[in-house]
């Protein structure tokens, strides 16, 4: 059995960091999107996506992550991911969100590509 999704944020000079750990399906998905939210609202408009806690995310858990790059895209804001599992990497990939967002390896190299 896959474990609870939890989330955990912190805000720094102009950008958000959201790191996951576990499935992101409907319920991970939601999650995320609600906390980006949160951050969107008090004006962030740079987020690094930490995924290093995640192994797997399906086709629902994707579409709420291009509903968070469509409303970057509409600000001109930047979404990186980072610490990605070779298998979300080549989905991601696959699935053309590298073309919109940013990919790192580390938090830091996130940082430096914002």
Do not use: W
């Not at 912190?10 to 995320?32: K, R």
């Not at 290093?52 to 991911?81: H, M, P, R, W, Y």
């Not at 990497?89 to 940013?102: C, E, R, S, V, Y």
């Amino acid at each position: 059995m896959i474990s609870d999704f939890k989330l955990n944020s912190s805000v720094n000079e102009n950008y958000a960091v959201i790191e996951t750990f576990g499935y992101i399906n409907n319920v991970g998905g939601d999650a995320i999107v609600t906390e980006f939210n949160k951050h969107k609202d008090k004006g962030v408009n740079n987020f690094i996506l930490n995924l290093a806690g995640t192994k797997v995310v399906n086709s629902i858990g994707i579409s709420f992550l291009i509903e968070i790059i469509e409303k970057l895209n509409q600000t001109d804001g930047k979404l990186v991911f980072t610490n990605l599992d070779p298998t979300i990497d080549k989905t991601f990939t696959i699935m053309g969100l590298f073309q919109f967002t940013a990919k790192a390896d580390t938090v830091d190299e996130a940082v430096s590509n914002l």
